[in-house]
């Protein structure tokens, strides 16, 4: 058998229709550039993502969870410095028109208009990457306000109230989920790069002086993560930001990068971010924000070790190493069988219940499996078409089991398990069903 990854994100988005997974933006209206809605099955292979990322940070007990608001006081851009320098460099080509980044058409040091390759182009206008928007009726200058660019300010904002409510001793770290926006001059490749998009970052406050060590260790555990998720280790890297490129506010910085079939792209970001943030905060909010550690009498503004990732980038991640096509030949037919090997934890659905064929006696029989099932497990239903192409649809999405209740069950009261991977099958009986896939969810052997 020949096995085939994914080699062009087309496939991809094609499959993500096509399933359920991910639909293109206001489509009856002709789409909506780089906005994209997540089916059924999207949304939940997207929430077993974002909850196995939340279990793994908020299972430790150093590490509580926040849910900050998405509109923040206008100042909180002032002090995080996004106002003055989240900014990208334009400039337009004054022979075709074309409008584009300075630093990503640089050739020999010069700048190419990447469309008609004219070096005639106007000098570079800083643009804010922020969407602005107006709280209240009036849209006067006091009304602006920012729909967040990251999540991370909410959690600096409220570092003094998560420690003293949750009586919090540094070193702890603080998780958030959420939505962030960013104009972006450039999106594209699928749900890689859009101008909404969640992030799922941490933000762990250690004592000055011990900050190296912790980036360190959050460098491993991250990539532990990853590792557990089961995406490829020889797509994985990391990277680190050299002296030039390192942002404003960091001391250090690497970058997990996984090779999408469009190449090696960043997917999480761990920073080092000394105590800038804390820093800023407590100057432009005149609030002290220092930290006194009981143990020793000392006064200090932790530091910051960042882990920030896209919940979509990472999702995109996931999607593309699961996909494989398993092409085998017969009686000179080819025959190509799509499989998505998730991770049991994140397939959207762990188990479908399928009869054989629409007799009342056989759905019922099936009906009675799903609903028995269904607590607890997240499991599918489906009656419709051939029971070969049932199987195939089942593999499409990722759907490590299925069990199909045919003419025999009626009798033996067994019903037959069907394995994603090896396609293996057990006769297994009816009252183990659910401790037996629960087993082989847990146990699960690819
Ligand atoms: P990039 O260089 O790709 O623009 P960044 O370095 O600006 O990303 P961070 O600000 O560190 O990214 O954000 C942390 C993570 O959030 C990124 O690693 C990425 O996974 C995700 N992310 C950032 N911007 C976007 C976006 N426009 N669309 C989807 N995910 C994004």
Redesign the pocket.
């Known amino acids: 058998m020949e096995i085939q990854r994914l080699n062009d994100l087309q496939t991809l988005v094609s499959l993500s229709k096509r399933r359920g997974f991910v639909f293109q933006s206001s489509e009856i209206y002709g789409g909506l550039t780089s906005c994209w809605d997540y089916g059924p099955l999207g949304a939940q292979f997207k929430w077993n993502v974002k909850q196995a990322w939340w279990r793994a940070m908020t299972r430790r007990p150093d590490i509580v969870g926040l849910d900050a608001a998405i509109l923040m006081h206008p100042k909180v851009w002032e002090a995080s410095g996004h106002v003055e320098g989240f900014t990208d460099p334009l400039v337009d080509c004054k022979n075709c028109k074309n409008r584009f980044r300075e630093d990503t058409a640089l050739v020999n040091g010069k700048v190419i208009c990447p469309k008609c390759e004219s070096s005639d182009v106007t000098e570079a206008r800083n643009f804010n990457l922020m969407f602005k928007t107006h709280m209240g009726p009036l849209e006067s200058e006091g009304s602006v306000v920012y729909l967040r ?2 999540t991370a300010q909410g959690i600096f904002v409220n570092f003094e109230n998560v420690a003293t409510s949750m009586r919090r001793k540094v070193p702890f770290g603080i998780a958030q989920i959420g939505k ?1 926006f ?1 104009n ?1 001059i450039t ?1 594209g490749n699928f ?9 799922m ?1 941490m933000q762990y406050f250690v004592k000055p002086g011990t900050d190296e060590e912790w980036f360190n260790t959050w460098k491993q555990l991250r990539w532990d993560f990853y590792k557990t998720l089961g995406l490829s280790e020889e797509k994985l890297r990391y990277e680190e930001h050299g002296p030039d490129e390192l ?1 404003h506010y960091a001391k250090a ?1 690497f ?2 990068q996984y090779e999408f079939p469009m190449g090696w ?5 761990v ?1 080092n971010r000394s105590d800038f943030d804390l820093s800023q905060h407590q100057k432009f909010s005149s609030k002290k924000l220092e930290y006194f550690d009981p143990a020793t009498n000392e006064k200090y503004i932790p530091y910051v070790i ?1 882990t ?7 999702a995109l991640a996931l999607l593309c190493d699961a996909y494989r096509e398993e092409i085998t030949h017969k009686d000179g037919k080819k025959d190509v069988r799509v499989v998505m090997g998730f991770k049991p934890e994140l397939a959207p659905i762990k188990a479908a219940v399928l009869p054989l064929s629409k007799k009342p006696d056989l759905q019922e029989l099936s009906h009675k499996i799903y609903s028995d099932l269904s607590e607890g497990i997240d499991v599918e239903y489906d009656e419709a078409q051939s029971i070969g192409k049932r199987y195939r649809r089942q593999d499409e999405i990722g759907t490590p089991l299925c069990l199909t209740v045919d003419f025999d069950s009626l009798e033996d009261k067994k019903v037959t398990v069907r394995h994603r991977d090896a396609m293996t099958q057990d006769r297994v009986k009816m009252e183990n069903i659910k401790s037996y896939i629960q087993d082989k969810l847990k146990n699960f052997d690819q």
């Not at 749900?191 to 992030?199: I, L, S, V």
């Not at 920030?308 to 990472?314: E, H």
Request: with cysteine; glycine share 6%.
């Open positions: 660019p990251e962030s960013r972006e999106p749900t890689f790069r859009t101008r909404e998009f969640e992030q970052e942002a910085a970058d997990v792209q960043e997917l999480e970001g920073h960042e920030a990732v896209g919940c979509d980038r990472l």
